[in-house]
């Protein structure tokens, strides 16, 4: 799949996003960004045309020099919660990375950012 192009709608639509996340309170309390405790997962989508593909899941475990993997069930509940996030803003191109943390009551949203493409090599 070709890597979409970055274009300044793509803000708007993480402004968005993150107005959300702060409306319904996924980035902690108001006024705060208290980063919950857990392993924290980073998704790396490719959207084209409105469909998201879920190009990467990396974790890090905070605190740890070890990597962490994501079990198979946490990785159908991580794809599944940031489709619905990027469905939900309306994102319809572009690359982005969102942090999600797995907490016992279900999947926190940390940050959501868009990634600016690398130029083409030569």
């Known amino acids: 799949m070709k890597r979409p ?8 639509v ?45 974790a890090r475990r905070r605190g740890s020099a070890e990597p962490s993997l994501a079990t198979p069930d946490e990785q159908v509940e991580l794809r599944s919660v940031v489709r619905a996030l990027l469905d939900m803003a309306g994102h319809s191109s572009g690359t982005v990375r969102t942090s999600v943390v797995l907490l016992a009551e279900g999947p926190r949203v940390v940050a959501c ?10």
């Open 5 to 12: 192009e970055y274009s300044p709608a793509d803000d708007s």
């Open 14 to 58: 993480l402004h968005r996003i993150n107005q959300e996340l702060a409306r319904v309170g996924s980035l902690g309390a108001r006024g705060t960004r208290a980063l919950p405790e857990g392993t924290e997962f980073l998704i790396t989508t490719v959207t084209e045309s409105g469909m998201h593909q879920v190009v990467a899941v990396d």
């Open 113 to 122: 950012t868009g990634l600016v493409p690398a130029p083409p090599k030569p």
